[in-house]
């Protein structure tokens, strides 16, 4: 129980609590939103839930004391300097994170970050276990927590257990690299039902299943004998996330965004075509490989600006990590030779924005852009293609979308490229950009429809009805575990 002795029916666990303690530049703290798509998928779900949050607070020492924060009971889990450096710069987003994502950049294997990863995820299954109802429903989250479910079960029994990962599941080839890969399979097979993005995502998790453990696989499930000698069964499938289409719909017709979004456009000139890129400056999404195609264009002469212009909001993203680091400083340099070259006196070739911003600023962005360019290497969903998509109330706007995103699985209407083939997303930029206006509206109007269908309040309700759903577990296992 909770030092408070309440507990919740719900409980999430999330490497990040949906607010992130930050330094505000007159050196107080606040809290503030977040990043990525993992808080914004699920803040509008838990809205509608009366339940408790597990997360890290985003600064490392003693963790803040529970608070409860639009109508959700947020419990802060401690994370170390140390523990920072290892558990979440290093084994999560330095070995887990390139592993998971083709190896974009080579993975680094430390046994210490191991170590710390191991501890963190047992605080954070004892976090869990103390706030979780009698057989009440645990949903853990995203990679950087593995271990919990089987940690979870192992405390409370009674509860149910789902995990959910926001990126992609390596195939077995890449996955096999890792010298702690039965571990983490072990780790995810604690849980009753496991919720992947894509199907080829739940395949590779069943793959390493058979390949790693010899355990059986049939259909979306895989049988085995857990501790204590208790078979079981896990179900592991494709539930796609989505985004509040409702929500953005309504935020995007506000005529604060529409107004703001005009402003935009005239600030920039009020070129014939806005282009907009969206990203955490993460080296999966891409930006390094449309940054060169667009130099490219503005070489040709294919595009000129200010008749065209292009945007690229880039969110900071785990600064501290070499990678990230170095990808900053490639980035930077770019937009500094290409607005060197091309810019001229009161027009840049390139807008490059490293903040975040309001969610109306957002909108605003994309009521103004004209092709939303998404083409990252690798990416488990990108919310951010369906948050233009369900900002688009007007029918207009292209988007320009990555065949290794999952997205794409999704909205076939899209201008779809290979972002290593510069040629190719070259043209798939300027055949967006010129594409007559009824084609466009079609294609707009058939992913809306899509995404109105399948939105994130869908998405929850059918990750929810799965977890109940999952194979009971036999009467005579239970008396075992719980015996
Ligand atoms: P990831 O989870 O890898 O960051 P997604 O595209 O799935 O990628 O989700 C990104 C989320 O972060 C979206 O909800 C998007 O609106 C939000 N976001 C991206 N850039 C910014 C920014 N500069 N300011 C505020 N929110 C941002
Ligand atoms: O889903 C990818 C993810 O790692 C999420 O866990 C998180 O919402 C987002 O990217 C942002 O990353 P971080 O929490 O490392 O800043």
């Given at each position: 129980?909770?030092?408070?002795?309440?507990?919740?029916?719900?409980?999430?666990?999330?490497?990040?609590?949906?607010?992130?303690?930050?330094?505000?530049?007159?050196?107080?703290?606040?809290?503030?939103?977040?990043?990525?798509?993992?808080?914004?998928?699920?803040?509008?779900?838990?809205?509608?839930?009366?339940?408790?949050?597990?997360?890290?607070?985003?600064?490392?020492?003693?963790?803040?004391?529970?608070?409860?924060?639009?109508?959700?009971?947020?419990?802060?889990?401690?994370?170390?300097?140390?523990?920072?450096?290892?558990?979440?710069?290093?084994?999560?987003?330095?070995?887990?994170?390139?592993?998971?994502?083709?190896?974009?950049?080579?993975?680094?294997?430390?046994?210490?970050?191991?170590?710390?990863?191991?501890?963190?995820?047992?605080?954070?299954?004892?976090?869990?276990?103390?706030?979780?109802?009698?057989?009440?429903?645990?949903?853990?989250?995203?990679?950087?927590?593995?271990?919990?479910?089987?940690?979870?079960?192992?405390?409370?029994?009674?509860?149910?257990?789902?995990?959910?990962?926001?990126?992609?599941?390596?195939?077995?080839?890449?996955?096999?690299?890792?010298?702690?890969?039965?571990?983490?399979?072990?780790?995810?097979?604690?849980?009753?039902?496991?919720?992947?993005?894509?199907?080829?995502?739940?395949?590779?998790?069943?793959?390493?299943?058979?390949?790693?453990?010899?355990?059986?696989?049939?259909?979306?499930?895989?049988?085995?004998?857990?501790?204590?000698?208790?078979?079981?069964?896990?179900?592991?499938?494709?539930?796609?996330?989505?985004?509040?289409?409702?929500?953005?719909?309504?935020?995007?017709?506000?005529?604060?965004?529409?107004?703001?979004?005009?402003?935009?456009?005239?600030?920039?000139?009020?070129?014939?075509?806005?282009l907009?890129?969206?990203?955490?400056?993460?080296?999966?999404?891409?930006?390094?490989?449309?940054?060169k195609a667009y130099a490219e264009l503005l070489t040709e002469g294919a595009v000129a600006?200010?008749?065209e212009?292009f945007?690229?909001?880039?969110?900071?993203?785990?600064?501290?990590?070499?990678?990230?680091?170095?990808?900053?400083?490639?980035?930077?340099?770019?937009?500094?030779?290409?607005?060197?070259?091309f810019?001229?006196?009161?027009?840049?070739a390139?807008?490059?924005?490293?903040?975040?911003?309001?969610?109306?600023?957002?909108?605003?962005?994309?009521?103004?852009?004209?092709?939303?360019?998404?083409?990252?290497?690798?990416?488990?969903?990108?919310?951010?293609?369906?948050?233009?998509?369900?900002?688009?109330?007007?029918?207009?706007?292209?988007?320009?979308?990555?065949?290794?995103?999952?997205?794409?699985?999704?909205?076939?209407?899209?201008?779809?490229?290979?972002?290593?083939?510069i040629?190719?997303l070259k043209q798939?930029i300027i055949?967006?950009l010129?594409?007559?206006?009824?084609?466009?509206?079609?294609?707009?109007?058939?992913?809306?429809?899509?995404?109105?269908?399948?939105?994130?309040?869908?998405?929850?309700?059918?990750?929810?009805?799965?977890?109940?759903?999952?194979?009971?577990?036999?009467?005579?296992?239970?008396?075992?575990?719980?015996?």
């Amino acid at each position: 129980m909770s030092t408070s002795g309440k507990t919740f029916d719900l409980v999430v666990a999330a490497n990040r609590l949906p607010v992130d303690r930050v330094v505000a530049s007159d050196g107080s703290k606040q809290w503030r939103r977040s990043p990525g798509g993992l808080v914004t998928a699920m803040e509008s779900v838990m809205s509608e839930h009366d339940g408790a949050w597990v997360g890290w607070s985003g600064e490392a020492g003693d963790a803040p004391e529970p608070f409860v924060e639009n109508g959700m009971y947020l419990r802060p889990v401690p994370l170390s300097e140390d523990e920072l450096q290892q558990y979440y710069e290093g084994f999560s987003n330095g070995t887990l994170w390139p592993i998971f994502h083709d190896v974009i950049v080579p993975a680094t294997f430390h046994r210490q970050w191991w170590y710390a990863y191991e501890r963190v995820n047992r605080r954070f299954a004892e976090a869990v276990a103390e706030l979780a109802a009698d057989s009440g429903t645990v949903w853990v989250h995203d990679y950087q927590l593995q271990l919990v479910p089987a940690m979870v079960r192992e405390l409370r029994p009674d509860v149910r257990i789902g995990w959910f990962n926001h990126i992609p599941f390596p195939p077995v080839e890449l996955f096999a690299q890792l010298p702690w890969r039965k571990a983490l399979v072990e780790g995810l097979l604690g849980a009753d039902f496991l919720g992947f993005q894509r199907v080829a995502d739940a395949h590779n998790f069943l793959r390493a299943c058979r390949r790693l453990h010899a355990f059986t696989t049939r259909g979306d499930t895989v049988s085995f004998t857990g501790k204590r000698g208790v078979q079981r069964v896990v179900r592991a499938s494709a539930i796609p996330i989505s985004v509040d289409f409702k929500g953005l719909d309504a935020l995007a017709r506000t005529p604060e965004v529409v107004a703001r979004a005009q402003q935009i456009r005239e600030s920039l000139g009020n070129p014939a075509t806005l282009l907009l890129g969206v990203d955490r400056l993460d080296y999966t999404k891409g930006i390094r490989h449309r940054l060169k195609a667009y130099a490219e264009l503005l070489t040709e002469g294919a595009v000129a600006p200010p008749r065209e212009v292009f945007v690229q909001v880039a969110t900071p993203s785990r600064e501290r990590v070499d990678a990230y680091r170095e990808l900053r400083a490639e980035v930077e340099g770019e937009v500094g030779r290409v607005n060197g070259e091309f810019g001229r006196i009161g027009h840049l070739a390139l807008q490059y924005l490293h903040h975040s911003y309001p969610r109306s600023e957002m909108a605003a962005l994309y009521v103004a852009a004209d092709v939303l360019l998404v083409t990252p290497l690798r990416d488990g969903m990108n919310l951010v293609a369906k948050e233009y998509v369900a900002c688009r109330h007007d029918g207009g706007g292209a988007l320009v979308l990555s065949e290794f995103t999952g997205a794409f699985h999704e909205l076939h209407q899209a201008y779809v490229c290979n972002p290593h083939d510069i040629e190719g997303l070259k043209q798939t930029i300027i055949r967006a950009l010129k594409a007559p206006e009824g084609e466009r509206r079609r294609a707009m109007k058939a992913m809306r429809r899509r995404v109105a269908d399948h939105d994130v309040q869908r998405w929850a309700s059918r990750f929810l009805e799965a977890l109940a759903a999952a194979p009971e577990r036999p009467v005579r296992q239970l008396a075992e575990v719980t015996g």
